[in-house]
């Protein structure tokens, strides 16, 4: 698994993603969308 930051639409996500083997192809599988990363610095946790 790792994190990984795609760019839509002028914005960055932030995604992590697990990546496995099918039929002899390597396919990632998104398993959690965190979300814009602007909004994830100014998130007050």
Not at 12 to 40: F, M, P, S, T
């Given at each position: ?15 992590i993603v697990h990546n ?10 998104v398993l ?14």
């Amino acid at each position: 698994m790792f994190l990984k930051i795609t760019k839509a639409g002028g914005y960055e996500y932030a995604k992590i993603v697990h990546n496995y083997r099918e039929n002899g192809k390597i396919k990632q599988k998104v398993l959690l969308n965190l979300g814009r990363i602007d909004e994830l610095k100014n998130d007050p946790i």
